[in-house]
């Protein structure tokens, strides 16, 4: 096992917000194109599943690289949840897809990392994958623009780009990542997946289900179990960081690397809280539109919490013109 280090280190090569920016305004055609289809709406993450609200947990007692940030000292925040499915489509819960838990923090006591002002959020954006599906931002983004203009184009986009056996190996990984069996967002972890600063220190974070054995939820509305056991019970997870050790073992530019546990083991920092509520009729109803409407970006956060590495840098942009294009930024 390994001890949690400060030595960590970006690598930003010259010119990449420049590209970034690039993509992102790409993106915004996409994003216009479903918008036209669909109703204004995120890029990604397009099918909201359920709005939810929430309590965060910070436990007494961490170690001092863990206490930090929103973790400095025991507290109790109400926060909001966001569940989604991963697709620019919307569409039945039945396909596969990468699946979306979007946690805001609130009350918080910081200072943005955006403008250098207070604020009193921080955002945690996750999905059920421990890491990312590409190494790199611009992988993810070429495939993203190629698949927008169909299957086809991204084919021919991957056999240009690894020849015919790469393509296939490229394809296997992708199928492997969204075709991944989800069971229910009542026992299944999600993860940032990509590291975000704790104070001095850098960690991915993670949420551990706390509820022991549930049937699965239905394929076609995967979150139909969580309407019922939320009716009368709560539900928990252990809100969880895994700490950077050194640039071989917990790399911070390659997001597709899975950090070993045996050498950075997870620590609990706390816990995550859903308290019975109510999750339909007009008040609820009200609350999910809010919700649609809220910002849930992995920069909406304080600045000991900065997200770090390229794929992170890269969805600055992304997430900021997604936003502008829906109309809440
Ligand atoms: C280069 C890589 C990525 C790009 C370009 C990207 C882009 C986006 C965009 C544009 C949105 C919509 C933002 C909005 O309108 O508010 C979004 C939403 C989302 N993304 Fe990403 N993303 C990337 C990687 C990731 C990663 C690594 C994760 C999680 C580990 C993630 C999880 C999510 C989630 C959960 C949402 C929905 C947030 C919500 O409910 O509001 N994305 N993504």
Redesign the pocket.
């Known amino acids: 096992m390994k001890q949690p280090s400060t030595s960590f280190q970006e690598v930003i090569p010259a010119g990449e917000a420049e590209k970034f920016e690039n993509y992102a305004q790409k993106?915004k055609l996409i994003q216009r194109a479903k918008s036209q289809k669909y109703g204004k709406g995120?890029?990604?993450?397009r099918k909201?599943l359920l709005a939810l609200k929430a309590e965060f947990h910070v436990n007494a007692g961490l170690p001092a690289y863990a206490a930090q940030g929103i973790f400095a000292k025991a507290a109790q925040y109400d926060a909001v949840i966001?569940l989604?499915n991963?697709s620019l489509d919307i569409q039945g819960d039945k396909k596969p897809d990468i699946r979306?838990?979007?946690l805001k923090v609130t009350g918080v006591k910081g200072k943005s990392i955006l403008t250098g002002q207070p604020t009193t959020e921080q955002d945690f954006?996750?999905?059920n994958h421990l890491t990312?599906s590409s190494a790199r931002?611009e992988d993810?983004?070429d495939l993203l623009l190629e698949l927008s203009s169909g299957p086809m184009a991204a084919i021919k986009h991957l056999i240009k780009k690894n020849g015919f056996f790469g393509m296939l190996k490229a394809l296997g990984h992708l199928s492997k990542v969204i075709g991944k069996k989800f069971a229910s967002f009542a026992t299944e972890q999600v993860?940032?997946?990509?590291p975000i600063k704790i104070g001095d220190y850098a960690a991915k974070l993670r949420l551990l289900p706390q509820n022991g054995a549930l049937p699965a939820a239905p394929k076609d509305d995967l979150t139909a179990d969580l309407r019922a056991i939320l009716k009368n019970k709560p539900l928990n997870y252990d809100v969880q960081l895994q700490f950077y050790t050194d640039a071989t073992t917990t790399p911070i530019e390659d997001?597709s690397v899975e950090w070993p546990q045996a050498e950075s083991p997870y620590i609990t920092v706390g816990k995550l809280v859903i308290p019975p509520q109510e999750l339909s009729g007009a008040e609820y109803e009200k609350f999910a539109a809010e919700v649609e409407l809220?910002?849930?970006?992995p920069w909406n956060a304080i600045q000991e919490h900065q997200p770090l590495g390229n794929?992170m840098r890269?969805?600055k942009a992304?997430?900021f013109?997604?936003?502008k294009g829906?109309g809440v930024a």
């Open positions: 993106l995120r890029l990604l993450h909201g966001r989604s991963g979306g838990f979007a954006v996750m999905i990312f931002a993810f983004l993860s940032t997946a990509l997001a809220m910002k849930f970006d794929i890269a969805r992304a997430y013109a997604s936003q829906r």
